[in-house]
């Protein structure tokens, strides 16, 4: 890169790659999640193309290919519309396509839905939520836009995550969580965390949205409590590694 192209100043779509690019390779292991979080935190407040090209000049540029396989994955299926959970747990991840509609459906148990690499037809998606006694967490990139709704008795609808400024192709979710001492909890993850696995995206969701209630707090104002998340929140763990788990944080 030349000299006059590093005085160049960058837009909004190159600090997106560019966090994209740190997320691939934080998720091959090339970088720590400390080094992913510091890069990230920089790569957001870079003004020219050479300072934002200085945080990966040090890394390969094969790290990112799995958008194009995810692309060409998620035509070979047919569109999912439901997830079930009783007494256990339900996971929906990676490259799957969703058409206007989705329910899901956790008792006594819990529900993961991933919608990091799904393929959305028609730019929007209706998710209705029918929780009693379990939790159904649903993960979207920051840069969509997120509609929460619904009723809770006993229990909450929450959302968490940075607020980043929508992209104007990204689809609308709508989410209708109806709860009965259970929880629907929408984490909005940054663009850095799509790669990893949903443990480490909930995390840096809930302290990117830590992060912007600080910026937002008023001088003067009580201190903030630590972060984490809050306590109208419940979140289930579904992992295949894990058994069905239940807490209240």
Do not use: W
């Amino acid at each position: 890169m030349s000299g006059q192209d590093d005085s160049m100043l960058v837009s909004d779509a190159e600090r997106d790659a560019t966090l994209k690019i740190l997320g691939d390779h934080a998720a091959v292991g090339r970088l720590s999640l400390d080094e992913l979080e510091d890069r990230a935190d920089r790569a957001l407040t870079c003004r020219t193309r050479g300072e934002l090209s200085a945080l990966t000049k040090d890394l390969p540029s094969d790290a990112a290919l799995a958008s194009s396989e995810a692309s060409a994955l998620a035509d070979a299926h047919r569109p999912v519309r439901r997830t079930v959970a009783v007494m256990g747990g339900a996971s929906r991840r990676g490259a799957f396509r969703c058409v206007r509609s989705f329910s899901a459906v956790a008792a006594v148990g819990g529900d993961n839905i991933d919608l990091r690499e799904a393929q959305i037809d028609g730019g929007e998606l209706t998710i209705r939520v029918f929780s009693v006694m379990g939790a159904v967490n649903i993960y979207v990139p920051e840069t969509m836009e997120v509609e929460l709704g619904g009723f809770s008795l006993l229990g909450a609808n929450s959302e968490k995550g940075g607020h980043r400024r929508h992209q104007a192709k990204a689809p609308v979710i709508r989410v209708r969580g109806f709860n009965l001492i259970g929880g629907t909890n929408v984490f909005r993850v940054p663009l850095q965390a799509l790669p990893l696995e949903l443990a480490e995206a909930r995390r840096m969701s809930v302290a990117a949205g830590h992060r912007h209630h600080q910026r937002r707090r008023r001088p003067g104002a009580a201190a903030a409590a630590a972060p984490g998340i809050t306590d109208h929140t419940i979140i289930t763990d579904m992992t295949e590694e894990n058994s069905p788990k239940c807490k209240r944080a």
